[in-house]
């Protein structure tokens, strides 16, 4: 069976661009990276299907799944959980677009390897998020399962010095915060007909470069993580609880400079210890410090 990097894009809000990182997300693993690449839209609109079956095909095997949408309905976990183990098997990688209800119980997030959430700067969004992500904080801060790895997508963004009233919002779960993904007033004719990572457009190309490298590599951390003999590597080690003014977090990632590679030789790999790999391996721009 293929053990597939799973990752989930979900907010329990709409329009926050969930499908737009989900069929750009799947073209980058599947176009720049090489990877057998499965996208499953579990939102009734399907937006991202609809984006990656209308654009120029590049390998993605794109299904979607209408699920029930009865309060604590077991058909909606059931058809979910089949259609994740059947992307598994054939895939590399496999990208969900799924905009949350109680249908699905909190525990279905552990099936996931990254569980990114999308919003943007404003104060809506951003308070949305914020419930969002400690409601479910037990579920990122479990000892007893292996918890997701949680990743705030800063998505829209236009200015990040217009918002520095707004965030002193503390998250009662460890994350990560990705690059930004910027906004741009075209956009929307991308629809599909295009995907990011092959516009000619340089701007947008090269900021969706950056988030798609930044999420292969948490990929590729927790890969390691999970293969890690006991002792080796204590994934606590890597998640932390973060609070504070995420506004400094902001300027940390567009202030830095990062050059760390998008992965390491494979013999070189071989020869250096997990911890040593993991640590060269984390972008700064992605990694967030502790209390």
């Known amino acids: 069976m ?91 990688v496999v990208i ?33 998020t914020l419930e969002f992500v400690n409601r479910f904080s037990y579920v990122f801060n479990s000892r007893l399962k292996t918890p997701p790895k949680l990743v705030i997508v800063p998505s829209r963004v236009d200015n990040l010095d217009t918002y520095e009233s707004i965030f002193s919002k503390s998250f009662n779960a460890g994350f990560f915060l990705s690059p930004p993904v910027m906004y741009s007033t075209s956009a929307n004719e991308f629809f599909g007909t295009e995907f990011f990572v092959m516009t000619s457009k340089k701007e947008i190309r090269e900021n969706f470069l950056e988030f798609g490298r930044s999420i292969e590599q948490l990929g590729e951390i927790e890969a390691d993580l999970k293969s890690a003999k006991a002792g080796d590597v204590r994934q606590s080690s890597l998640t932390h609880k973060v609070s504070g003014s995420i506004l400094d977090r902001f300027r940390a990632i567009r202030n830095s400079n990062p050059t760390a590679p998008v992965r390491a030789a494979a013999n070189d790999s071989a020869r250096l210890s997990t911890t040593t790999r993991l640590k060269s391996a984390i972008p700064s721009f992605l990694m967030m410090g502790g209390d």
Request: aromatic share 8%; with cysteine; proline share 4%.
């Open 96 to 128: 969900t677009d799924l905009t949350w209800s109680d249908v699905l119980p909190p525990d279905f997030l552990f099936e996931f390897d990254l569980v990114l959430v999308p919003s943007s700067l404003s104060r809506v969004e951003l308070d949305s």
């Open 2 to 92: 293929s053990k597939a990097l799973k990752v989930l894009i979900t907010s329990q809000k709409g329009g926050v661009g969930k499908s737009t990182v989900s069929a750009n997300l799947a073209a980058y693993f599947a176009y720049i990276s090489g990877k057998k690449t499965s996208l499953i839209d579990f939102d009734h609109q399907a937006t991202s299907g609809k984006w990656v079956r209308k654009a120029y095909p590049i390998g993605i095997d794109c299904k979607t799944v209408d699920l029930p949408n009865a309060k604590g309905s077991g058909i909606a976990l059931l058809k979910a959980k089949e259609a994740l183990r059947k992307a598994n098997e054939s895939s590399e």
